[in-house]
């Protein structure tokens, strides 16, 4: 394959992984899909540096990457404490939740409640218990059924 | 004597700064010290006095007996320069419009090479010396008289402090020797001034007084700004004294004594009248002559010691001073001091008017205050020797006799409880014994009854307003003077054979040769025979005018003195309801300054006249040692033909007072309902007050209103309304703050996008 060619399908693969997370990141409430939206942004970006890295024969971008993974990583573990410490204070994912540093006097941004969910709750098959109970609390579920 | 000088020099600063620690101590010590807040006052103000007698019995062991018929002393002067305050290098770059007038900036000496610097520096001299005994000694007595009248007052710590800011004011004043300075401590006594009328401040009728006093003074401070700008631009320097420069050069001082001696160092024509005439507003202002004497009785709503003290003793002088001291100055412009003497006795009889028919016994006595300094002024503007002794003579009685009154005035108000109206009460001398007996020797002293000491001061300011109205009487010294040549004026006058005086007529011709030698190589402006404009007023048919009024003034004085005094103290006893427990004679802290006052009220004519030690004192003052003023010299005499008219003047109208008013009801009618439209006039002070409101308040008024609309309605609208633009911006856009994330990222990106987009477009192939 020629590079041109090979620049162009990784700069639209990275485009469009830029896009998809950009749109996510501005419609989706769920902060924990936001965060993943945001890091669908960042590693579009990241196969554009790779791509370039090719085409001018140039490791500098490459090795940008790796240390954009790395941080990356850590950036997710970061990101993650403060959705749960979100999640703890108002026991909701929602984005939405959290609007008090708007202007002052201005109404709440009303928006709609999470549409009823209609699903149903699957039974799956699982395997009889075997061995010792483990001992706790049953009615707390270690699971939630959906996110 | 040289030790005595180097002592005087340190006694001079010593005495301003005593009262001046007196004022500090009362206002940093005054709510400690409580009831007792007079103390460091009395006693910084006492301490001045002391040091002002020593500085006058140094000042005198000075004098030398002088020689000479009349015997002319020599000029005494002392100056103590404390620092140089300001300092303005090159202020005179440019050229001087003054050198255009042809006048020489400093005959035969360079120029200070245009530096402008102001040495705080004080003088001693005669005048000096006896203005600070003054000062000093009625300060003290008005102060210890406070103790008593002031007591209980709220603001006693801050009435102690004022009056002692007062005394070291007047006191700089008088000692100054630079016309600046001269105009800052002249503002400061106008503060002081200020705020004595405003002392009760919560009584709307004395913060307006106040308010008034300080306006009406603005107007003569003007004149003194302007005047002293002229001075610099005409002399080079402001300081009275001669002074060498650290670079050697000797500059004249205004009055210095080399100035002084030099007969073609004062300037005349134009530029010295409008000087001079500038300076008599000034004095105007202070000294409430007409047509700025609207302030003086409505300062009555002052405390009365303050009244005694600043508005009837010291602060009014401050213009008499200043005239006395420009005395060289005003000998070159014959038409400025005559309007001095034109404005004196108009003043004077006016105020002698005015007060006859007023009711209020302190405004009876404020209108005689205006009327005394307008006899100063008449003698002041005849411009001869006897002229200015005369006027600071009557200023020293004056201040004896009238401080004297106004305390009397304030015992008795006092005594009643507040109450001024001399209708509701009567009588009083059987309840106040030692007032009555004052108030009537100082009503003597005002009314010129003989011996007292104003029947001999204002005999002196009559026998000078006499020798002008009548030269060929009185004037023969200055005609043999004036025929020397100048180089000897001096002695000139002296040597004279006075034997002959009376073959020699001195006519009109005789006095204008007067004028034209001793004003030889000025311009040829005062050398003319021909008098034109304001000069032509100097003629002797003027002064038969002025003394004239100045009669009728003294007849009119003895009429309302003792209208006041026989509607005060005589008739049946009458005391008004306010007066309460407290209609008794005043405690001996009261009474005690009064008796010294009235001491002083009753003696102090006859010594200083007998001795002629007054008038041979002031002699030495450097100012009125300039030749054209020692050519008036005449030898010390009694006039008994004055003194019969005066005395004639003032038992007239004792006589007619005690028809009206002895021993009658005060509420009775009054002589008033025989003057008929005239007593309307008279009780209306001639209208001044609403002319004045015509003429200028309402004007000024009117003008502050519409400045106010302009103000309001288009400064602050516009002001207004450009505020309210990012106000308006900041309520669209806000409503962009809504605290949701996701708009926030949406901006982001449209920034982002926006930017993307206007780079594209800048880029594009």
Redesign the interface.
Same mark, same amino acid.
């Given at each position: 394959m020629i590079p041109a060619t090979l620049l162009t399908n990784a700069l639209l693969v990275g485009a469009v992984l830029f896009c998809l997370g950009l749109v996510g990141i501005l419609t989706r409430r769920n902060l924990i899909v936001m965060f993943l939206s945001a890091e669908l942004m960042l590693q579009g970006v990241s196969v554009t540096l790779v791509a370039w890295s090719r085409y001018h024969g140039d490791w500098g971008g490459q090795v940008l990457v790796v240390f954009v993974l790395t941080v990356a990583a850590c950036e997710a573990a970061v990101a993650l404490v403060f959705v749960l410490q979100a999640f703890a204070r108002t026991g909701r994912l929602d984005a939405s939740a959290w609007q008090a540093l708007r202007e002052e006097n201005l109404p709440r941004v009303i928006d709609h409640g999470l549409p009823a969910d209609d699903r149903v709750v699957p039974t799956w098959p699982h395997l009889s218990p075997a061995g010792v109970l483990p001992e706790g609390d049953d009615s707390r579920s270690l699971e939630r059924d959906h996110v | 004597m040289q030790s005595s000088a180097a002592n005087l020099l340190v006694l001079v600063p010593l005495l301003p700064l005593l009262p001046l620690l007196g004022a500090v101590c009362t206002v940093l010590l005054g709510r400690r010290l409580g009831p007792r807040a007079h103390i460091p006052a009395v006693a910084g103000i006492g301490a001045a006095a002391v040091v002002a007698l020593l500085l006058l019995l140094g000042t005198a062991t000075q004098v030398g007996a002088g020689h000479g018929d009349p015997p002319r002393p020599e000029p005494v002067e002392i100056i103590s320069t404390l620092w140089q305050w300001a300092t303005v290098g090159d202020a005179r770059s440019g050229d001087l419009p003054a050198t255009e007038a042809g006048v020489p900036i400093a005959p035969g000496t360079a120029v200070s090479g245009g530096t402008f610097s102001i040495p705080i520096a004080l003088r001693l001299d005669p005048l000096t010396a006896t203005l600070l005994m003054v000062i000093t000694g009625v300060g003290l007595l008005v102060a210890i008289y406070s103790i008593g009248y002031m007591h209980d007052d709220p603001g006693y710590p801050r009435f102690f402090a004022l009056v002692a800011i007062f005394v070291f004011s007047m006191s700089m004043l008088v000692a100054a020797s630079n016309f600046l300075l001269v105009y800052v401590f002249w503002e400061a006594v106008g503060a002081c001034s200020y705020l004595l009328i405003g002392f009760w401040y919560t009584k709307p009728e004395a913060a307006r007084a106040a308010k008034k006093a300080f306006l009406v003074n603005r107007v003569g401070d003007f004149g003194l700004a302007i005047a002293v700008f002229l001075l610099w631009m005409t002399y080079g320097t402001l300081n009275f004294h001669d002074t060498r420069l650290a670079d050697g050069t000797f500059v004249e001082g205004i009055l210095g004594q080399t100035r002084i001696a030099d007969e073609a160092g004062y300037v005349g024509g134009a530029v010295g009248t409008a000087i001079c005439l500038l300076m008599l507003l000034a004095a105007c202002g202070k000294s409430a002559q007409m047509p700025l004497h609207v302030w003086l009785p409505d300062a009555m709503e002052g405390p009365t010691p303050a009244s005694a003290l600043i508005h009837a003793a010291t602060m009014v002088t401050a213009g008499i001073y200043l005239i006395t001291r420009s005395a060289p100055l005003f000998m070159g412009c014959p038409g400025a001091l005559t309007m001095v003497s034109i404005v004196g006795a108009t003043t004077a009889l006016v105020a002698a008017l005015i007060a006859t028919v007023q009711n209020d016994l302190k405004r009876v006595l404020a209108y005689s205050t205006i009327s005394q300094l307008g006899y100063m002024f008449v003698a002041l503007g005849t411009g001869t020797m006897l002229g200015f002794t005369a006027a600071i003579f009557h200023l020293v009685t004056h201040a004896f006799f009238k401080a004297l009154l106004f305390l009397g005035a304030g015992s008795v108000m006092h005594a009643m409880g507040g109450v001024i109206d001399m209708r509701r009460f009567g009588g009083l001398r059987h309840v106040m014994p030692i007032t009555a007996a004052t108030f009537l020797i100082g009503a003597c002293a005002l009314a010129g009854v003989p011996p007292f000491a104003g029947f001999f001061s204002k005999d002196e300011v009559l026998a000078s307003l006499h020798a002008k109205a009548h030269p060929d009487a009185h004037g023969s010294d200055h005609g043999e003077a004036g025929r020397q040549p100048p180089e000897t004026g001096i002695d000139a006058g002296g040597v004279a054979d006075r034997g002959v005086r009376s073959f020699r007529p001195a006519s009109m011709t005789s006095r204008s040769s007067t004028l034209a030698s001793r004003s030889t190589g000025t311009t040829d402006h005062a050398a003319t025979t021909e008098k034109i404009g304001l000069d032509a007023l100097d003629h002797p048919s003027t002064w038969r005018l002025l003394f004239w009024m100045s009669l009728l003034t003294a007849g009119l004085t003895a009429f309302y003195t003792f209208r006041a005094v026989f509607m005060t103290f005589t008739g049946p006893v009458r005391i008004p309801k306010e007066a309460g427990h407290h209609a008794h004679e005043s405690p001996p802290v009261m009474t005690n300054p009064l008796l010294v006052l009235a001491a002083l009220s009753a003696l102090s004519g006859v010594v200083l006249f007998f001795t002629d030690a007054l008038a041979h004192f002031l002699a030495a003052t450097p100012s009125l040692n300039a030749p054209a003023v020692l050519a008036t010299a005449v030898a010390h005499a009694f006039h008994p033909d004055i003194a019969i008219q005066g005395t004639l003047a003032a038992a007239i109208g004792i006589a007619v007072a005690a028809i009206g008013h002895l021993g009658r009801r005060s509420d009775s009618p009054q002589m008033e309902r025989y003057l008929g439209p005239l007593g309307a006039l008279f009780a209306n002070k001639f209208y001044f007050d609403p002319i004045y409101a015509a003429l200028i308040v309402k004007p000024l008024e009117a003008l502050a209103m519409v400045t106010a609309f302009f103000d309001r309605a288009i400064v602050d609208g516009t002001v207004d309304a450009i505020g309210q633009v990012p106000l308006a911006w900041g309520s669209a856009i $806000? $409503?962009m =703050?809504?605290? %949701? @994330? =996701?708009?926030y990222? %949406?901006a982001g @990106?449209v920034g982002v996008l926006a930017i993307v987009l206007a780079l594209a477009w800048q880029l594009r192939p």
């Open positions: - | $806000r $409503r =703050q809504s605290g %949701l @994330v =996701q708009r990222a %949406l @990106v």
